[in-house]
């Protein structure tokens, strides 16, 4: 299965521009559809480490602990955030595999 993502500091996402009120908004919008919540927060997500070396010069050697992901398999909202919250960053990958065995893995 694809999995989307935004990646930013928990600083970023959590005091600077606080997501908590989107995700709240989002996740009434699928209940008001009786449709299933397909996104997800991911503390130190532990995806990061089978693109450790992509992510490095991204993430300016932030570790994954300051690190948090708003996943989820719906393109269209993944790509709304990356326009809404634009110092964040974006990608997707494809899991289970062998890299990624649990894709909501987090530490």
Do not use: C
Not at 41 to 56: D, H, Q, R, T, V
Not at 73 to 99: C, E, H, M
């Amino acid at each position: 299965m694809k999995y989307y993502f935004i990646l930013a500091t928990k600083e970023f996402l959590f005091e600077i521009e606080p997501v908590e009120e989107v995700l709240r908004e989002r996740a009434h919008y699928y209940s008001s559809r009786n449709k299933q919540v397909d996104f997800w927060i991911l503390p130190s997500p532990e995806f990061l480490n089978a693109y450790a070396n992509e992510l490095k010069e991204l993430t300016k050697n932030n570790s994954n602990e300051n690190l948090v992901a708003i996943v989820s398999t719906d393109v269209d909202f993944i790509y709304w955030l990356k326009l809404r919250y634009q110092n964040v960053i974006s990608g997707n990958f494809n899991a289970p595999t062998t890299k990624v065995l649990q894709p909501l893995a987090y530490n």
